[in-house]
């Protein structure tokens, strides 16, 4: 059973909140920080999508 999605204004404002902030922290820690953090996190997809795919295979193949 699918449950429709409804937003109502209590969930918009912690999120908005929330949202500008997360930009405020970003413009205020400088462009290095903010750069380092996008690094560290495009290496995390990388290292996760390698270990999914050797997880795929693996499973695949039947090997533990």
């Known amino acids: ?6 937003t109502t204004p209590c969930d918009l404002l912690p999120a908005s909140v929330a949202r500008y902030g997360a930009i405020g922290l970003a413009a205020g820690s400088g462009c290095a920080a903010v750069h380092q953090g996008v690094l560290f996190l495009f290496a995390g997809v ?9 997880k795929i295979s693996v499973a695949c193949r039947g090997e533990r």
């Open 1 to 6: 059973m699918r449950v429709p999605c409804r």
């Open 46 to 54: 990388l290292v996760y999508a390698w270990t999914s795919a050797r």
